[in-house]
């Protein structure tokens, strides 16, 4: 059924459309279900892509749609058409599976909130815009998917606008993508002017003869893309004020989906970059320092939101470290499985959010485990997934990429065991803060209003309406939000069959290679190896666990262990907006002030001035003869005209 | 040799004449329109532009696509003595700035709360119109020189009139700089005319025998070029001739606001195709790094200094001198791409602009203040203005799937394959106005009211209003989502006026990869 591809596509974009001009009719559950219908839809309809595609034979999986021509100018010919291959369909399948979850999830959690009807508007533009991002045959196409996704992340960030945090949240998202995403545009320019096509297929048949420096160029920059989409080091402090954005916005967009797009595109281009092996070495570096520098500091912070932020910074960099090692398997293996730990991570944290009346800071929760089974026991699940414990996804997942790496560098693999440690020790920290221990919530919020001056998920004035239930103990949300939790706890736990290192059971490595080529798997390194490295990791991250609950147990105040250097993200953001607000905001001020006014104007204005002395027209001008003077100016020209050219003529 | 066609293209009259004049009728009967009756005055004044309307569109419609050359061509010698001629002609260059000022009239009639005196801004603003079209249509020097210079009284009188509190050392102002541009003009167009009647030995204006004589060498050229580009350049603006800008936007009514911006910038990008680059090409090559570094230049300096404005119509002002500044940069790359986009881009551009001063009048109106500061906290109250601006300014910010991305990415596209590092630098205006953009809107509508705005009562977008903006919005969407209509009727003039240009210098288009001519 590979003609269901437009349907992909089709119905986000169509319950966008309807929502948008007829939600008020609708009316409030009504719109959110039609939403998660039109997602469920997508989903199915790349289920029948898949098994279409899994039906033909390796070499032929690859089917190309045209739906229209888009823009021609010239030799400039773009189409709106996709591309179904195994990477593009793999993408699709979990992008719409975990969007369908998720839209179900908000449901309820988005109740009461009077921009409930919006929110899926937006929900749906950007799982259209998504798919569009993944799907296309062309890089202008996934360009055009590519900003959706990115303006749709500004609107849901300053979803709250009455809150100026959140407002200027969502500003510094859009804008600090914006600076890669100006690296994409010169790539798309250097790649068209050398081979005259943005279509993948033109383009990766025609880097015959390409010189290295091209390729190098164009890897850098669609790197510098990938780097503001997938928040990794220097661009990624938009993601921790992302947080900003309702709890199913964090868990779909700035968790599972739209930040991997920067590793998705790697992946895509991976023709390219294998024509630039210093390009990959620069990739897999920064992933893997990004990796580091985001696991610390997410060992030291409180908001429960902010340290799965720097653990999705962090992660993201494992995969650009699997991509840098031209492992695309393992990195789009670990894209996948960490969608699904992530997301549950994110909803499993909503829920205690939505419990606790709004609450974020952990120091502020303690013994939920009691209160919340069902969230407790899933967030347990994705903790050991993404901590790396057997048989969990996220082990096989994460070691797949530090198996590419050791095969790279050692150095790299030593940086991607300490993240293990790391990882494991602060999600560690996290658990025990939140569902262990001592209840801190009842002393620390006795009524329902949210403490002034300390982040709560919703602005003040409308916490009341859906949440008023809650004034007493914490419980469990509806159906629809446990039922979520637990379909991806269950994901995170079989997830690793996707893709085993040994029997030949890869899986998804296999399935993509027609796509990638070129790529490194584990298949090639010896069994001891193998099986050396995965106990050496394992026995890291059994030991971060064991750390942090050493030091975490029944004691949570330990100040030593969080300093401000990293509790403040290495002061990264004071040193940017020291830089780019205040000194950017001091030349706009000099060339407003200075330049505009007293250069450039005061010349206009001196040669006026000078003019005015002159002749009385003016003044005249200014008393109310404004229309004579028109009319005489416009009289005078003809006059002035007709002379010359009688002139002229003679 | 430029192809014209005089077919009348099934008309029973001559279209193009048809469509400067009904405007400019309409003007006069105005004049003679009793005082008192204010309603029939807007009658007037929005059914004669919803004729011109109806009959441009039926141009539009009309024009055949593929066709690189001019059509429904009309000619009438004028003053046969000086070679001087009614003649009007459309190309693909001109055809869809023609329909986007035709549309962009009567919204800015209609959709405005209009002033006292009614009678008087009508008729002055079809006037306007009737300028504006004849310029776009003109095919011949003279003609075109009176159509341009007639758009200063009436924007004089809408300015100095109709405007806000400072408006009348606004108006002056801007009169003063285009006027000075223009004189400069007018010499280099008798210079033009009579150099080539020497080599001649006919005085004609007709621009299509200017274009193809090609007499003037290349000295003398690159001081007429200049002479052209310096009333374009006021007219644009392109910085650092742009000063008159701001005050002129600021202190001009809505419907002001919107023709400048949506309609009269358009000329001077227009002049600079058909008068710089077809009458001067190698001038045009010559001193393309020039016009390259201005218009990069004001890109980065409009946004720069939009950005810490505290007045929402001055900081959107200063915009548009960037956002032109990239239109110059895609028309001096001198490819088909740069050139087709950049016209595109003129459409686009005139949409999105005077459907952002349309919205930002309605904002001012409810307000009662132009400064940001007094702002806030608008899109709890007025979610369907909000919804209407935010989809405007993300047209104008280039988010692809809207207008403002097709013909930004295209020019900049043509213009990197001749000139590489000005698009570049170009480009770094997508980042800047998204910084402008959003800044404003969160100042806006983001937030919680400041005292100054809660204390006003504000409704949302009425019938009236949203019947204003729809049509401007749905071509927001159209002109992104299917451009390939457009581009049709655009790419064959584009390509003539490439080809010209490589056909005088014998040096473009430069080589570069096969699939990637320009």
């Known amino acids: ?602 010349t206009v204005n001196g040669v006026a001035a000078l003019a005015r002395g002159g002749g009385t027209v003016l003044r005249r001008a200014q008393t109310g003869y404004v229309r004579n003077y028109a009319l005489g100016i416009a009289a005078g020209t003809v006059v002035i005209l007709g002379f010359m050219l009688s002139r002229a003529g003679s | 040799m430029i192809p014209v066609s005089t077919a009348s293209g099934g008309f029973p009259f001559p279209i193009l004449p048809a469509i400067v004049i009904a405007p400019a009728i309409a003007a006069v009967l105005l004049f003679f329109l009793p005082r008192g009756r204010p309603g029939l005055a807007k009658a007037v004044g929005i059914g004669a532009s919803l004729v011109t309307l109806g009959l441009a569109l039926a141009m539009a419609v009309r024009f055949e696509t593929g066709q690189p050359g001019y059509q429904f061509v009309v000619s009438h010698s004028w003053i046969p003595a000086f070679g001087v001629s009614w003649k009007l002609g459309v190309d693909g260059i001109s055809v869809f700035l023609v329909a986007v000022t035709a549309v962009l009239f009567p919204v800015a009639i209609a959709g405005p709360r209009t002033g006292e005196d009614p009678k008087g801004y009508m008729a002055w603003m079809l006037l306007l119109e009737a300028a504006c079209l004849g310029s776009f249509l003109s095919l011949d020097l003279f003609l075109f020189f009176l159509f341009f210079e007639l758009t200063l009284p009436p924007m004089y009188m809408l300015i100095g009139k109709w405007g806000f509190e400072n408006r009348s050392y606004a108006a002056i102002k801007f009169f003063i700089y285009t006027f000075a541009g223009s004189a400069l003009m007018l010499i280099a167009m008798l210079a033009l005319v009579f150099i080539d009647a020497r080599s001649t030995g006919v005085v004609t204006f007709d621009l299509i025998a200017n274009t193809t004589a090609q007499h003037v060498s290349s000295g003398i050229g690159a001081v007429l070029f200049l002479g052209f580009a310096a009333a374009f350049a006021v007219k644009i603006p392109v910085f650092p001739f742009h000063t008159w800008l701001p005050d002129a936007q600021v202190e001009a009514p809505t419907g002001g606001s919107m023709v400048l911006a949506g309609v009269l910038f358009n000329l001077g990008t227009y002049g600079l195709v058909r008068f710089c680059i077809e009458l001067f090409p190698r001038a045009s090559v010559d001193l393309a790094p020039l016009m390259l570094t201005l218009g990069a230049v004001g890109i980065v300096y409009g946004f720069l200094v939009a950005v810490v404005q505290t007045d929402l119509k001055r900081m959107i002002a200063y915009t548009l001198v960037a956002d032109l500044g990239v239109v110059v940069v895609g028309l001096f790359g001198l490819t088909t791409q740069g050139i087709s986009g950049g016209v595109y881009q003129m459409v686009n551009h005139g949409v999105s602009m005077a459907a952002m001063f349309l919205l930002i009048g309605m904002v001012v109106d409810r307000l009662g203040t132009r400064q940001l500061t007094a702002m806030g906290g608008l899109q709890a109250r007025t979610p369907i203005l909000a919804a209407v601006f935010i989809v405007v300014t993300l047209s104008i910010v280039g988010v692809p799937g809207l207008n403002g991305f097709v013909g930004e990415f295209v020019m900049l596209l043509g213009t990197f394959l001749t000139h590489r590092w000005w698009a570049v630098a170009a480009a770094v205006g997508m980042v800047l106005s998204a910084l402008v953009f959003l800044w404003a809107y969160q100042q806006v509508f983001h937030g919680r009211p400041t005292a100054h705005a809660a ?60 699939g990637a001519r320009p």
């Open chain 1, 1 to 602: 059924m590979i003609h269901a591809a437009p349907a992909i596509l089709l119905l986000p974009l169509v319950g966008f459309a309807v929502l948008t001009f007829s939600g008020r009719r609708l009316g409030d559950p009504a719109a959110g279900w039609l939403a998660t219908a039109a997602v469920a839809g997508s989903f199915v309809a790349s289920v029948l892509v898949f098994a279409a595609l899994v039906g033909h034979d390796s070499a032929h999986r690859s089917v190309e749609q045209v739906y229209y021509r888009w823009i021609p100018v010239g030799g400039f010919q773009v189409n709106v058409g996709v591309l179904l291959d195994p990477l593009s369909i793999t993408m699709a399948l979990f992008v719409t599976g975990v969007s369908t979850l998720i839209h179900l999830y908000s449901i309820s959690y988005m109740k009461a909130d009077p921009q409930f009807r919006k929110f899926f508007v937006y929900l749906n533009l950007f799982v259209f815009s998504m798919l569009a991002l993944v799907l296309s045959n062309n890089f202008l196409f996934t360009f055009l998917g590519w900003e959706g996704v990115g303006t749709c992340s500004y609107l849901l960030i300053a979803f709250w606008f009455d809150r100026d945090t959140a407002a200027s949240a969502g500003k510094k998202a859009f804008i600090v993508n914006r600076i890669g995403d100006f690296g994409f545009v010169i790539a798309l320019f250097l790649i068209f002017s050398r081979t005259g096509t943005l279509d993948y297929r033109g383009v990766f048949s025609h880097l015959g003869g390409v010189s290295g420096g091209w390729a190098t160029a164009v890897a850098l920059l669609l790197l510098a893309g990938a780097v503001g989409k997938s928040a990794q080091l220097p661009l990624w402090v938009w993601l921790p004020d992302a947080m900003e954005g309702p709890t199913p916005v964090s868990a779909l967009i700035h968790a599972a989906t739209m930040v991997t797009a920067g590793v998705f595109l790697m992946t895509r281009a991976s023709p390219i970059l294998h024509l630039t092996p210093v390009s990959l070495t620069i990739i897999a570096a920064l992933g893997a320092v990004t990796a580091l520098v985001a696991a610390t500091v997410a060992c030291a912070q409180d908001d429960i939101k902010r340290v799965l932020a720097y653990s999705t910074i962090s992660q993201l960099g494992y995969m650009f470290l699997g991509v840098g090692a031209t492992a695309y398997g393992a990195a789009t293996f670990h894209m996948v499985s960490h969608a699904f730990f992530k997301a549950l991570l994110f909803l499993a944290a909503g829920s205690v959010i939505h419990a606790l009346n709004n609450e974020q800071d952990m120091k502020r929760m303690g013994g939920l485990a009691k209160v919340l089974p069902v969230t407790a026991g899933t967030f347990a699940v994705a903790w050991l997934a993404i901590s790396g414990i057997p048989p969990f996804c996220g082990f096989w997942s994460k070691d797949a990429i530090l198996g590419a790496a050791y095969g790279k560098s050692p150095i790299l693999w030593a940086i991607g065991v300490v993240t293990v440690l790391l990882t494991a020790y602060y999600m560690t920290r996290l658990m025990v803060l939140t569902f262990t221990g001592q209840a801190r919530w009842e002393t620390a919020r006795p009524g329902g209003s949210p403490t002034p001056g300390h982040s709560a998920e919703r602005p003040a004035g409308e916490t009341q309406g859906g949440h008023g239930d809650h004034a007493g103990e914490p419980h469990e949300g509806p159906w629809i939000m446990t039922v979520p939790l637990i379909v991806l706890a269950g994901l995170s736990v079989v997830g690793g069959l996707l893709d085993l290192p040994f029997l030949n059971l890869e899986f998804l490595d296999h399935w993509l290679d027609p796509v990638v080529g070129h790529q490194t798997n584990l298949a090639y390194q010896s069994a001891g190896l193998k099986v050396g490295l995965l106990l050496a990791t394992l026995v890291v991250a059994l030991s971060g666990i064991a750390l942090a609950r050493g030091l975490w147990w029944r004691n949570w105040r330990r100040p030593e262990l969080e300093p401000a250097l990293l509790a403040n993200n290495y002061y990264a953001d004071d040193f940017y907006s020291r830089v780019f607000t205040s000194g950017g905001g001091a030349m706009s001020r000099f060339l407003a002030a200075a330049v505009d006014n007293r250069v450039i104007d005061g």
């Open chain 2, 455 to 514: 204390g006003v009562a504000v409704a949302d977008l009425g019938w009236r209003e949203l019947a204003a903006v729809a049509p401007l919005v749905f071509l927001i969407v159209l002109l992104g989502v299917y451009p390939r209509p457009f581009f049709e009727r655009i790419n064959p003039s584009a390509t003539r006026v490439v080809a010209h240009v490589g056909q005088v210098t014998g040096q473009y288009p430069p080589a570069v990869a096969e």
